[in-house]
């Protein structure tokens, strides 16, 4: 479902991005791990179609960015690490604005805003501003609105910024359930105790390379620690 070939994304002498080579599955949910600074956030905004890369390519569902943007953004739900809004509009507001841009139709739309809303707690408030909204709440209304679509893949930067434990747990359970579903999840995060948790396979990146991946059972097979966990096997890995 997503294939990243030599993709790279060069600022002059800094390599962010320094090609990396991936495929992920349908189904997979995929934890990309790093220090600060390793080119997550860029690999996403790649993924994403928010930046063209320096060098290589992004192919979703079998679509490549460069060359159909508009078609492949429609496969995706993105989800950043920090909620970007319009914020004199009311959630609802919202909701409908982003059903436009991916061509839901009003049917679909009242039926899919209504569950949504109330899956992520926010249906009391739904007709309010969402300037009066706390960073936890607009937090969960972009998620609410990168699933409105049904996207067949869900790209997510630090999806637990933000949220209480409740809304953690929330998460957590649905991107499970939308795996189970078939929705491809490719998740950048520090919660290394999330990706430990849900995560199909790890990616490993730092200073811009993808420097391993696996699952968890293979990368502490790469250490010789089998008892290790994946913070074990990140400090290895990353020094």
Known sequence: MIQLINLSKHYGRIKAV????????????FGFIGPNGAGKTTTIQLIGGLMAPTEGSVMVDGINMALEPENAKKK???????PFLYEKLTAMEFLRFTADIY?????????????????FS??????????????GMKQR?????????DPLIIVVDEPMV????????????????????????????????LAEDICH??????????????????????IKIDQADLEE???QFTG
Do not use: C, W
């Open 103 to 119: 061509g839901v139709n009003a049917t679909e739309f009242q039926e899919k805003s209504g569950q949504l809303l109330q899956m």
């Open 233 to 235: 096997v990140f400090f």
């Open 122 to 135: 926010l249906m009391d408030r739904a007709h309010e501003l969402i300037e009066s909204y706390s960073h």
């Open 76 to 82: 995706i739900g993105l989800i950043p690490d920090r």
């Open 201 to 222: 396979r790890i990616g490993i990146i730092n200073q811009g390379e993808l420097i391993a991946s696996g699952t968890i059972n293979e990368l502490k097979e790469k």
């Open 141 to 149: 209304l972009i998620m609410a609105g990168a699933l409105l679509h």
């Open 162 to 193: 933000g949220l209480d434990p409740k809304g953690m747990n929330m998460v957590k359970t649905l991107f499970l359930k939308l795996a189970e579903k078939g929705t491809t999840i490719f998740m950048s995060t520090h919660t290394l105790r």
């Open 18 to 29: 320094n090609h990396i080579n991936l495929s992920i599955s349908k189904g997979e949910i």
